[in-house]
Every structure is written in C-alpha cells, then in structure tokens.
C-alpha cells in the first residue's frame, strides 16, 4: 500500500525543487473534463434508466466532480442503489460512448497546460500520465489534445495489469531507467499526492481541478493554474 509520511501544511514560498520525472493525474490536472463530459455522463444515465425503466435519481455535477479520479470499478457502482450494481458495467459501457463524444467535440486542457508541459519537456523532464481512467476514455482524450507530443508514456487502470496509481509509478520508474530519479506527482486527488510519497516524492495538489480539502492534506504544494508549476520544478 502507498507509504504516507507526516507532512507540514503545503509552502510554495520557497526555493522549488528537483524532479526529473513528473507524473501527472489527467482529469482534474490537464484535462478540464467539468467542459461537456460531465454532462455526458448524466446523459448516459438517463439512457441507461430508460432502457431499464428505472426512476433513479441522476447524480449530481457535485456528485460526479466527487468520484472522478476513482477507477471504473467504483465510480459506477457508487451511482447505483446496491441491489442495482451488478448493472455498473453497463451503465460504464452506456456513459462512455457519451463521455468520448463529448471529449472529441467538446474537451479541452486547462489553460496554460499545453504550455506547462511543453516548458517542462524543453528542460529535459520525463513525463508520464497516470490515471485510474480506462484505456478507451484516456484513448480519446490523447487522440484529441495530441498526449504523444507531451508525454513519454500513458498508464491508464489496467495497463500492464497495473489497478494504482503507486503500482504505475514503479513500472514506469523501471521503464524509464529512472528508479533512483527526484520525481514528483501532480493532480487533484489524494491518491496523487499518496503515490508521489509512496516513492518519496514531492506532491503538487491542483486546487484548480476537482479535488476537496482533504484530497490537498498531504501535499507539499499547491498550485492554482497549471504554469505555476514551472516556477516550482528546478
């Protein structure tokens, strides 16, 4: 299980700090999908009651918000009533169409993270995506924002049989010949700022993406717009 160190409350006042590999959370971090996916995903629920005649509640953006950055396996079961989640692989199947439309023609990365990663790569730094998303969600959102050109490689949920986001870091560090490398985990989740300590790396928590106060506890920093994160990286 992921190591958790006691940390001091998070201080972007200081001198920054090395890392020659970043791995980076997507939803919530690079990819603004509160633009349409979320919708998507009210929208294939609705779909989904219909087909079964169901008169379910449909969650909530805030509810939505809430679970994203869990793995498939919660997420949607976590919408249903427990005498109903047997179905969560088809309400997945029935969202998912929705939610990779709604990428192609409706996503985007936050503001300034095109550039952020662009300058991190012009330095020299190996950056990998780790994601608790599946290979079809992650498959559309790099075909739409062009990943190839940032990343060095993409870890979705089940990749290499990997579940965690700790699990992906080692077999990427492994990977990339960088087992003993200062790096660093950024996203919105505590499950980013638990895997970036599992190694013990620094943790940067984006208060900009989804995350809540208790996701941020741990974190080392914290930054409010993706190119705040060149003036830490040294």
């Known amino acids: 299980p992921p190591i958790c160190y006691p940390h001091p409350m998070p201080n972007n006042h200081g001198a920054g700090f090395r890392a020659d590999i970043i791995f980076f959370d997507n939803d919530g971090t690079i ?53 109903l989640r047997n179905m969560a692989p088809e309400l997945r199947e029935t969202c998912l169409r929705r939610e990779m439309q709604a990428i192609r023609e409706h996503g985007r990365m936050f503001p300034g993270a095109e550039e952020m990663l662009t300058g991190l790569r012009a330095r020299g730094k190996t950056l990998v995506m780790i994601t608790h998303a599946g290979e079809e969600y992650l498959g559309a959102a790099a075909e739409t924002f062009g990943y190839a050109k940032f990343f060095d490689s993409l870890y979705w949920v089940g990749r290499h049989n990997l579940w965690c986001k700790t ?21 919105d989740k505590r499950a980013d700022v638990d895997a970036g300590h599992a190694f013990e790396g620094k943790s940067v928590f984006c208060a900009y993406g989804f995350g809540t106060a208790a996701d941020r506890e741990q974190a080392d920093y914290i930054i409010n717009a993706p190119l705040e994160l060149l003036d830490l990286v040294k």
């Open 31 to 83: 990819f603004d999908s509160s633009t349409g996916v979320l919708e998507a995903v009210q929208e294939g629920f609705r779909e989904f009651c219909a087909r079964h005649s169901l008169a379910l509640p449909v969650p909530t953006v805030e509810r939505i918000m809430e679970l994203t950055g869990q793995p498939n396996t919660v997420f949607f079961p976590s919408v249903l009533p427990p005498e």
């Open 167 to 187: 699990e992906m870091i080692g077999h990427a560090l492994v990977q990339h010949g960088m087992i003993y490398a200062p790096l660093a985990a950024v996203g």
